[in-house]
């Protein structure tokens, strides 16, 4: 995908400019170039194109000196970055080193980042199930948060509308915690985690263990040979970049779909600095930029901006968008922008050993994971704690001898080598959290990044909230996993910090009244109309189910609002 990075006047003016290029900037991008609108694509990091910029995609394992583990001169430069999940010597091109982009943890937090084109894209986990309307108006039926100023039903065909462009594998099953969309056929279940289904049914009514929901292609239609993508090939190496297409990023799928209009530009190595807002016109005029090299501030002017640049980001950028105006930062006349951050717990896990299945195998290196559906506070308050979580599930088999082999040299231990062991499951918590004012992020008073931006300081914590969910997690999957004949349970609690989730929401969350909220049903500042922010921060509450393809959903139905708008002339 080549790119236009010219700086002349005529090139300082576009129709639209959306910052950042992840998950939701690239469906910005795609849905604004689409509708016609010249679009310029703001990027802090480097350029990264489809197939050319995956150095490792195909590397094996031996070609790497740790076999693309970590060594300790990355861990030791790197403590923060090297604990994300997936982060390894084979993919560490794609995440930031923690010396070039520091923070402020008021409280412990991990941020975890991707500055390049596509963002985290690259190596998101892929899950993708709906939200359902339980998640909608669950924090304001049960009072532990405000009411949404949309439900299911508003985001329901967006949702149809993205996964038959990115593809996602599953099975239809029916379910009112978590719709059905438009998928293609799903991952095998193997066969332990078939019989634990069928044990599940014969003892609870109410826990469904369902085929992945992940945006992999198992079964490419037209519109993904279109796109240049293939068939996932169940390698598991997604977190390399996948040369197939298999999986669905930015960079392989919206970007160049969006270049294909002709309406794209994209600027790497553009450091938002802040969104210009026009005291006279009432509205934000453009964007300031700050080369990511040679340090030169650029400001490019468009009649709609699309704030896209992560949760955390958006939120900085909208801090540090003052003005006479907004003093405050942009659209921030509640007060609260930068606050009610949330996040996923990830805190919990189970594993247990199961019997038998000697005789099973399954196929290739299957990148996906089988869902628990959220079986909690449903349709009323039923436990001592608020929200719902999904259960990650999976089951595989010991690739090397158990302590039953003969020895550990010779002939029969080598033969033993070459067939896998026991079967094993493992289980993990997706929880929802309870966004609270007191978990915010702010601008540091004092210390700046080297570009002269102030560095963001985060204060989030977990509450007893999150504890008591623990704990009932554990509880509950020990017991399913039991009744399911699995033996050798163990629980554990890693107790990380927030922020390795990856999953970072609010500060400029949308709402039913601007007193209590920055964002309308739009998703456009209560404040200042031709800004629209449909990432991660724009979240009022967390649900349980993983969050990228709602905000790809949201992205693509703002956009077109926006683009209505601005042809019928309010923007």
Known sequence: MSLNLKDDNASLTYDAIVIGSGISGGWAAKELCEQGLKTLVLERGRN???????PTATTPPW????????????????????????????????????????YIQEKPFDWIRGYQVGGKSLTWGRATQRWSEFEFTAPERFGYGIGWPIGYK??????????????????KDGLEAMPDGEFMKPFDMNAPLTYIKQKLNENYTDRHLVHARWAHLTDPQQVHLDQ?????????????????GGYFSSVSSTLPWAKKTGNLT???????????YDEKLGKASGVRVIDANTKEVIEFKARIIFLNAAALNSNLVLL???????????????GLLGKYIAFHNYRASVTADIDGFLDKYYFGRNPTDLILVNFRNL???????????????????????????????????????????????????QGETVPKESNHVRLSEDKKDQWGIPLLVTSVSYDDNDERMVKDFHTQTSEMLEKAGCKNIKTYNNKQAPGLDIHEMGGVRMGKDPKTSLLNQW?????????????????????NQSPSILYMALTARAATYAVSEMKKGNL
């Open 154 to 171: 508003d985001v329901a065909p967006w949702y149809s509308h993205v996964e038959k462009f990115i593809g996602i594998c599953g099975n």
């Open 228 to 244: 240049g993508r293939g068939k996932c090939q169940a390698r598991n190496m997604c977190m390399r970049g996948c040369p197939f």
């Open 320 to 334: 540090n968008s003052k003005s006479n105006r907004f003093p405050s930062g942009l659209g921030n006349d509640s």
């Open 523 to 543: 998703n456009q500042l209560h404040h200042c109309k031709n800004v629209f922010v449909t990432d991660g921060a724009c979240m009022a509450s967390t649900g």
């Open 48 to 54: 990264v194109e489809h197939n050319k910029d995956y």
């Open 63 to 102: 070609e790497f000196r740790y076999r693309g583990r970590i060594n300790r001169q990355q861990q030791e430069e790197n403590p923060l970055i090297t604990k994300a999940a997936g982060y390894g010597d084979d993919c560490d091109h794609f995440f930031v080193k923690d010396a070039d982009h520091p």
């Open 266 to 276: 994209i600027r790497p190595h553009s450091v938002v600095h802040s969104i210009i």
């Open 379 to 429: 349709h009323k308050q039923e436990t001592d704690f608020f929200g719902g979580y999904t259960t990650f599930m999976n089951a595989y088999r010991d690739q090397h001898p158990d302590e039953t082999s003969a020895g550990q040299v010779g002939g029969q231990y080598k033969d033993d080598l070459c067939e896998p062991g026991n079967w094993h499951v493992f289980a993990y918590l």
